[in-house]
Each structure stands twice: as structure tokens, then as C-alpha cells.
């Protein structure tokens, strides 16, 4: 290209620019990415750092009387630079938070086309209203508040109640898909029998005839024990190499996920355990449930331990690892396979070297309470 034809193009580029419009010869190799480019990076929050956040949030706001929620939310550094407040992008798709509600509380009722899920951390005093339900929260218990369906929350114990939201809010976001509605009530009327879903699901694998059909939330809540008897079947066959012994949570009307844009699972991973790695297009957000150990990340080892939070995120290679020759581990995750599947994006890849495992180049360093910023007053 002569020098007058280069200086021509550059300025052709800066007009471009100018004018909104790109120049399709110079950046096709950044829209048509040869694989995908994560925004999000691996990373991992401590639980003691989320909880002492927490507790300093409880002695500034009160649950039904200005604010309406009081959780911490993750955001994912590589996230943090979207307006408003990183898209609340602990993946790019995904959101998560630790909520806690402190003993006669109300979260008041709204309802949103966010879809929602819930973990359950500690104590035994929550109760949530979905629907017109009211729903017993136990730790380990897993439970669904799908896209439009009113939700509060309380707690009627005398310890707080701590648990996981998993919502699909950065997505939303992206789409611009956004509506939320208060209800003309702080807590909705109940029109159906306490946990009532669990009820009609007692036979598990039998559903009522009714179901035939299929149904947005069928069942609202999954218990540990659900889960954790699924794993115990499961101990009796050969452990997966990747993930342990695992299982997702369904819909009984569908067979498909619980939640609609929401993956969900849990996985045991026996005492020293040492998973082969893999990647694939869906991302992650675990949390530890129980037990210690560590996750290599694109050879990047994160210890954890219980009550921690780690995200995968896309086409990272991960493998896991339980430290302990006792104790089983367990980790919940919340994914975005359903987005995924839906538009045909999904693949998966088994680490081709080293018989699937990955070699350590560095350990994460996660911000702790001693290395973190500072006290609130
Ligand atoms: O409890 O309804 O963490 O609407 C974020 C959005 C919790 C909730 C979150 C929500 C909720
Ligand atoms: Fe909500």
C-alpha cells in the first residue's frame, strides 16, 4: 500500500469512528473471535469478608422499613466497569448475593422478570410467600422464584437467616427485558396450604396427573434431603471424573431445569477427590456448602471453604479438588446452561494433556477480612 493509500485509510478510520460505524476489515477478528473472550475472570469472594459486610448492613438498615432487601452482591471485576453497578454481573449472565433477614423482618412483596433461586445458609426461621405459598427455608434447601411470580420474604425465628439469590439479572439487563412490580401488600395473601408444592411432589418421581402439563413452578422447594438422597444413589456407582457424584435440580412438569434461565446442582466430591479438568461455554457460580478444598482455574489453584463463592466463568479450564481424606465436599452451583442450550451456544472440551489435569502456575489471593479495605464506623 503506498503511503498516500495508508495515511488515506487512517483517516477513513478516524471518519468512521466519528460517525458511529466501524470498519469491518480491522475488526473482524474481535467480533468473530476464534473462541470465546470472557469479560469475567475467575475469582473468589471469602465467606468471612461477605458476612462481616453483612452484619456491618444489619446495624445501618432495616428489611421493611427503607430498605427492601439487604444482601451483598458479587460483582466480577472484569464486569466491574458496566454502568450501573457492574450490571450486578458475577458472570456475565448471572447475579449473586448473600441475604440476610434478621428476625421479625419483612422483605416486602414484588415481583420481577428476573428469575430467581435461592440457596439456604444458615437458620432455620425463614419463611418465604411465593404465589400465594408459603415456604419453610431449612439450610441445604433449595428454592425457586420464577420469572413474574410475587415474592416476600420473613423470618419468625430468634437467629438471623442467611441464604444464596441467584438471579439472571446481568442478561436481563443486556436485553433491556427489565419490569418489577410492588405488591399493594407488604406480604401477600395466602391462598394455598403451607408448603404445598412439596406436598403434591411427597412421591418424588410421581407427580399429580395434572402435571401432565407443563408448568412454570410446579415445586418451590427442594430439599437437602432431596439432594442430598439423590447423591447417596448415585455413591453406589463409579464416580464421574470430572464432577464427582452430581445432580440438578428439575422441573417435574419438564424434566428441564427448575428454574426457566437458571441451571442448578449439586455435587458431592469424595474425600480426596481429584477431578479431571474441562471447559465449556456455560458459566458458574459456586458456592461451598460443605467441606474445603480447591478448584484450579486456567492453572490459577483458589482454595475454598465452606460458605466461600467461586465463578467459572466461560471456556475456562476447571478441575476440582477435595482436600480432606475424611470428609465429603459439597458445592452448589448456579449456571447459565439454559441460555446456552437455548441458543445453541453450548460445547464442552476435556483437557487433552497431562491425563486431564492441569499444572499450577499461581494461587489466587482472595481479599480477606484482615487485608480488606477497612471498619465501617
Ligand atoms: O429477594 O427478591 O438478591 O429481587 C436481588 C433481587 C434478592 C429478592 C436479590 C431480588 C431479591
Ligand atoms: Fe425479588
Not at 475488526?27 to 475467575?42: A, F, G, Q, R, V
Not at 453406589?236 to 417435574?252: R, T
Not at 467461586?310 to 470428609?327: G, I, K, M, Q, R
Request: include cysteine.
Amino acid at each position: 500500500m503506498s503511503r498516500k493509500d495508508s495515511k488515506n485509510l487512517e483517516e477513513l478510520h478516524q471518519n468512521l469512528e466519528q460517525e458511529n460505524m466501524g470498519p469491518l476489515w480491522s475488526s473482524i477478528h474481535n467480533l468473530n473471535t476464534i473462541e470465546p473472550k470472557s469479560k469475567p475472570i475467575p475469582y473468589l469472594w471469602k465467606k468471612e469478608l461477605i458476612h462481616k459486610r453483612l452484619k456491618e448492613a444489619e446495624n445501618l438498615l432495616k428489611v421493611g422499613e427503607g430498605a427492601d432487601r439487604r444482601a451483598v452482591f458479587l460483582i466480577n471485576p472484569g464486569m466491574a466497569d458496566l454502568e450501573p453497578v457492574g450490571w450486578g454481573g458475577a458472570t456475565q449472565t448471572l447475579y449473586a448475593a448473600v441475604q440476610a433477614v434478621k428476625p421479625g423482618e419483612i422483605a416486602p412483596a414484588h415481583r420481577h422478570t428476573t428469575t430467581a433461586l435461592r440457596f439456604i445458609i444458615n437458620g432455620h426461621g425463614g419463611r418465604g410467600r411465593v404465589n400465594g405459598e408459603k415456604i419453610t427455608f431449612e439450610p441445604g434447601d433449595f428454592l425457586i422464584t420464577p420469572t413474574w411470580t410475587w415474592h416476600d420474604h420473613t423470618n419468625i425465628d430468634d437467629e438471623e437467616v442467611l441464604w444464596m439469590d441467584c438471579l439472571d439479572v446481568p442478561f436481563t439487563n443486556f436485553l433491556a427485558t427489565c419490569f418489577t412490580e410492588f405488591h399493594e401488600k407488604k406480604q401477600q395473601d395466602l391462598t394455598v396450604e403451607d408448603d404445598f408444592s412439596l406436598k403434591r411432589y411427597n412421591g418424588g418421581m410421581v407427580r399429580p396427573i395434572d402435571d401432565r402439563e407443563e408448568k412454570i413452578a410446579p415445586l418451590g422447594r427442594y430439599t437437602w434431603k432431596m439432594a442430598k438422597d439423590g447423591i447417596e444413589g448415585l455413591k453406589q456407582l463409579d464416580v464421574h471424573p470430572v464432577d464427582g457424584y452430581a445432580v440438578e435440580y428439575i422441573n417435574p412438569t419438564t424434566g428441564k431445569d427448575a428454574n426457566d434461565r437458571i441451571g442448578s446442582r449439586m455435587q458431592m466430591l469424595p474425600p480426596e477427590f481429584h477431578g479431571k479438568a474441562h471447559r465449556h461455554v456455560h458459566s458458574t457460580i459456586y458456592h461451598v456448602f460443605k467441606g474445603e478444598g480447591y478448584t484450579i482455574v486456567n492453572g490459577e489453584r483458589f482454595d475454598w471453604s465452606e460458605g466461600d463463592f467461586l465463578v467459572v466463568p466461560t471456556w475456562a479450564w476447571h478441575e476440582h479438588v477435595n482436600t480432606s481424606s475424611d470428609n465429603e465436599a459439597f458445592l452448589f452451583s448456579t449456571n447459565d446452561l439454559p441460555i446456552m442450550e437455548a441458543f445453541n451456544f453450548e460445547r464442552v472440551e476435556d483437557y487433552p494433556e497431562n491425563d486431564g489435569h492441569q499444572e499450577v502456575t499461581s494461587v489466587f489471593e482472595p481479599i480477606r477480612v484482615d487485608s480488606s479495605a477497612q471498619e465501617t464506623k
